[in-house]
């Protein structure tokens, strides 16, 4: 009996809101045959506590998908395109409040800026930016500057200006279509965090003290 082949392609981590997860939820699922692939995007993956008011993770991997779908009774081959191991992440609830996405936005916003401002102070005078200004304004003008000169001015402006071409981004608007360092590093981040918990669970599995 000839068996259909079924392509999965699983995302690293996939988050739900809903405590029964099935394959569909997760993966992309194709086959020729349209009653395998419904039944393949059928097959129930995990299942999270209906109770539980905080997010839940689970780590699995294709081997386990395919003793899945082995067990379901279906006679296919798995062509897998995507991620050995994956991360399924529940919420219970999908929407925070409005009122505390903005405080937590509020806080964010307001630790940058003093840090920033206190980053730059610090520069400033680690490298007496006050005096250099001054001996430029003499070397190239003749006269002791009288304090704020076209060079402080310029410099403000271009401190802004530089601060967010790099960062390539200004409310909604970007200068390029490329992502910015932040978003780069957030998905930097994002991956290892991702690795760490994939590999932990592994231990675990294994019995190695992952403490």
């Not at 993966?27 to 506590?49: L, R």
């Not at 967010?164 to 930097?188: C, G, Y």
Request: aromatic content about 10%.
């Amino acid at each position: 009996m000839n068996s259909d082949t079924v392509y999965l392609k699983l995302p690293q981590i996939t988050e739900v809101y809903k405590p029964d997860v099935a394959l569909s939820d997760i993966a992309e699922v194709h086959c020729q045959n349209p009653s395998v692939e419904a039944k393949v995007k059928a097959i129930k993956v995990t299942s999270f506590a209906k109770d539980t008011k905080k997010s839940a993770a689970y780590v699995g991997s294709i081997l386990e998908l395919a003793k899945k779908i082995e067990a379901a009774g279906t006679n296919v081959q798995i062509n897998n395109v995507g991620e050995t191991d994956f991360i399924v992440k529940y919420r219970a609830k999908p929407y925070p409040p409005v009122l505390f996405e903005w405080i937590k936005t509020a806080f964010v916003a307001c630790v940058a800026f003093c840090g920033a401002a206190f980053a730059i102070m610090t520069f400033n005078n680690d490298a007496n930016v006050t005096d250099v200004f001054a001996n430029l304004y003499r070397l190239a003008m003749g006269v002791e500057s009288d304090g704020i000169t076209v060079l402080e001015a310029s410099y403000s402006v271009g401190l802004a200006l530089g601060i967010l071409v790099f960062f390539n981004h200004f409310a909604s608007w970007k200068i390029t279509v490329d992502p910015t360092p932040i978003e780069v590093e957030m998905r930097l981040y994002e991956e290892n965090l991702n690795k760490a918990l994939i590999q932990n669970h592994g231990r675990k599995e294994s019995g190695i003290d992952v403490s």
